[in-house]
């Protein structure tokens, strides 16, 4: 079955000490992408990639680190969190990039993260 | 980039056909418009999409207007776990020719009983 995968869904954590999410996905997809979601904001993007080795800043990217080692792989790094990053993440994917091209994102389930 | 305006909520009764508005004015003729869902606190779900002609899936029809300039996303028969957060979403053109998906508030469609 084609998906992404997200790990953990649920995350309970304490400031500064380092975690990451991990997101995986099994269609082969370029292009994947994180994002962060918090009540009365929306769905925000942290990073994206477009490719192996390739990744940039989406629209909130301070607090966090992608890495893309793999074309499944693409996990989301919190160094030293802070309660700020208390969120709901999404890890997401599509097959390419091109604008005006017809396609449509894959999301993964989400996780749930707290920092106390 | 075009932005689009929705509605923020919506009722529907269960059997009904739900019918969600989307007004993209500033859409630009090669730009695709996208309608995603999102159920309580899942990872959105992609529902259709289209460029100016109809659009149906088995999950829902989009209407585009002839002058693209707004957009109707018809759940034929609604039922209770249509109940849902939909976003309505022209891509956002990144420097590098990549394109992402900005979510805004959506409508909050709720199917009555």
Known sequence: ?116 | DAKTTQPPSMDCAEGRAANLPCNHSTISGNEYVYWYRQIHSQGPQYIIHGLKNNETNEMASLIITEDRKSSTLILPHATLRDTAVYYCIVPTALIQGAQKLVFGQGTRLTINP
């Open chain 1, 1 to 116: 079955e084609a998906q992404v995968t997200q790990n953990p869904r649920y995350l309970i954590t304490v400031t500064g000490k380092k975690l990451t999410v991990t997101c995986s996905q099994n269609m082969n997809h370029e292009y994947m992408s994180w994002y962060r979601q918090d009540p009365g904001l929306g769905l925000r993007q942290i990073y994206y990639s477009m490719n192996v080795e390739v990744t940039d800043k989406g629209d909130v990217p301070e607090g966090y680190k992608v890495s893309r080692k793999e074309k499944r792989n693409f996990p989301l790094i919190l160094e030293s969190p802070s309660p700020n990053q208390t969120s709901l993440y999404f890890c997401a994917s599509s097959r390419t990039t091109v604008r005006s091209t017809n396609e449509k994102l894959f999301f993964g389930s989400g996780t749930q993260l707290s920092v106390l």
